[in-house]
């Protein structure tokens, strides 16, 4: 190793934007995140060093770098502290929760996520969009993204949890939405407020808080009375014995456990689906290849799972959906020993985060990477780049467990809806991306749905 190397090795930071003396680069941050984003890559490169208030930052900007926090480094990593803020909300679920404990809780739900055990779930994912279209009619206008969290949140219930909250649904979606709001601000914080100060902001976090409880404990409280035994998966978390102590779950793991998946379980999705309703509004000729594909494959039926691998161009288009908008825009760690990264030694307690928003948009991986083109996916895209030029589900260890629920999910409901409706944007729609704890269009996606004939 040259000296020069071995010295930066010890002092140099990476490149990075001036820092305020208190704020570091927290306000130009929270102006405009994705903004920032992409400035600092443009300008810094593939590491960019940052600071929010008392916190150093490291922003990743080159799947290589990703891979070795996700995959090669991972265990010198645990999340980072916007998440572990959350874990007010979500305890210690899967999302939250850290080593044993988390591996542990991993393999007793992973068995609900197989590929044949998802399968089960495709009817209901079909069957609900079809009595949601019932109340569609022709020449309406809606805001299609709070029914697509409507519908997904009506589905992770029914297929994880063998719930029906059918009337609940909204008022559990608004909850939620409180919830994710009131994350993101406290994120935009030097200092954040605690809990136990009745602020405006914290009693409304407190209510939804507690209105999700209610639904979720009811439901474990239901299964737990009637000892029935559905395959699903509460049913496995409530059945699960810890192989040396014999201890079952306590209620407040199970709730931990089905607060993260309600809340993992349908923004993600939902959001991705608002994506792709809003792209193809404003791509005809990608819209009309999808039609017609669907003309072509299905007729004048719905869809089943048998039919995915024919419905080739309607997977494309969640590909390039979840490239352009993903809805996990960033993901984040933090070190808790030094780690070399790209020459640089990364001091412990540094936040780390790798942005989907700017990978998924590099020239470097991708032609033209500001247009949505489903078809670049269409030759085996996928295992030409990067394993970590695209990966909107992370990956490594902690990789999202829903990823196949929800490619399934997102190509079934699409299915569905386009075979029977047309959705083109309201005159007055405005879609523009808010980077909250997901990447969502910040007033909804307003659409006019006309009926395919
Ligand atoms: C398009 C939809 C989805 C996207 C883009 C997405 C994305 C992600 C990403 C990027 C992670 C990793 C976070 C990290 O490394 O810090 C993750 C984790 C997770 N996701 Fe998803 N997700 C989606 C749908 C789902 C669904 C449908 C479920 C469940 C039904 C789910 C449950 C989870 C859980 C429980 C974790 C934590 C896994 C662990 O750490 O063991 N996700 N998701």
Redesign the pocket.
């Known amino acids: 190793m040259s000296t020069k190397t071995s010295t930066r090795t010890k002092v140099e930071r990476p490149p990075g934007p001036r820092q305020h003396w208190l704020f570091g680069n927290l306000r130009e941050f929270s102006r405009d995140r994705l903004g920032a984003l992409t400035r600092w890559q443009r300008q810094y490169g593939d590491l960019v060093w940052a600071r929010f208030g008392p916190r150093s930052i490291l922003f990743l900007n080159h799947p290589d770098l990703v891979e070795e926090v996700?995959v090669a480094q991972n265990r010198k990593f645990i999340?980072h502290y916007r998440?572990r803020g959350a874990r007010r909300t979500l305890g210690k679920?899967?999302?939250t929760?850290e080593g044993d404990f988390?591996r542990t809780?991993?393999k007793l739900?992973q068995p609900a996520?197989h590929r044949d055990r998802i399968a089960a779930y495709a009817d209901v994912m079909v069957q609900y969009t079809e009595r949601m279209l019932v109340s569609w009619k022709d020449g309406q206008t809606r805001d299609v993204q709070a029914d697509m969290m409507r519908l997904?949140l009506e589905i992770?219930a029914r297929?994880?949890f063998a719930a029906e909250i059918g009337s609940d649904s909204a008022g559990a979606s608004a909850a939620m939405e409180t919830l994710m709001h009131t994350w993101m601000k406290q994120l935009g914080r030097l200092i954040p407020v605690p809990a136990w100060v009745p602020t405006p902001s914290n009693l409304l976090y407190e209510r939804a808080a507690r209105r999700l409880d209610e639904i979720i404990l009811t439901i474990i409280a239901q299964r737990r009375r009637s000892g029935e035994d559905r395959g699903d998966l509460l049913s496995m978390l409530l059945h699960a014995q810890d192989e040396e102590s014999g201890r079952r779950m306590t209620d407040d793991q199970l709730r931990d456990e089905a607060m993260?998946?309600f809340m993992?379980?349908?923004e993600?999705?939902a959001?991705?689906l608002a994506w792709v309703w809003f792209l193809l509004a404003n791509h005809p000729k990608s819209e009309a290849m999808l039609h017609a594909e669907l003309n072509a494959v299905l007729g004048d039926r719905p869809p089943t799972i048998a039919d995915l691998p024919r419905l080739k161009y309607t997977g494309l288009v969640v590909t390039e959906a979840?490239r352009i908008y993903?809805?996990?825009w960033m993901?984040?760690?933090e070190n808790i020993e030094p780690v070399e990264l790209g020459g640089y030694t990364i001091p412990a307690g540094t936040t780390i985060f790798m942005p989907?928003w700017t990978i998924h948009r590099d020239p470097r991986w991708f032609d033209e990477p500001e247009s949505f083109r489903p078809e670049r996916w269409a030759l085996g895209l996928q295992e030409q780049i990067h394993r970590y030029a695209y990966?909107?589900?992370?990956?490594?260890?902690?990789?999202?467990?829903?990823?196949n629920?929800?490619?399934m999910?997102?190509a079934l409901l699409l299915a569905t809806i386009a075979r029977r409706f047309r959705l083109r944007l309201a005159p007055d729609a405005v879609v523009t991306p808010l980077p909250s704890m997901?990447l969502r269009p910040a007033h909804g996606v307003k659409v006019v749905v006309t009926q395919r004939r």
């Open positions: 996700l999340k998440l679920g899967l999302l929760s988390w809780q991993r739900a996520f997904t992770v297929t994880l993260t998946l993992a379980g349908h993600t999705t959001n991705t979840l993903p809805t996990v993901v984040g760690r989907q990966f909107p589900f992370g990956g490594g260890p902690r990789i999202c467990i829903g990823n629920f929800a490619l999910e997102s997901t």
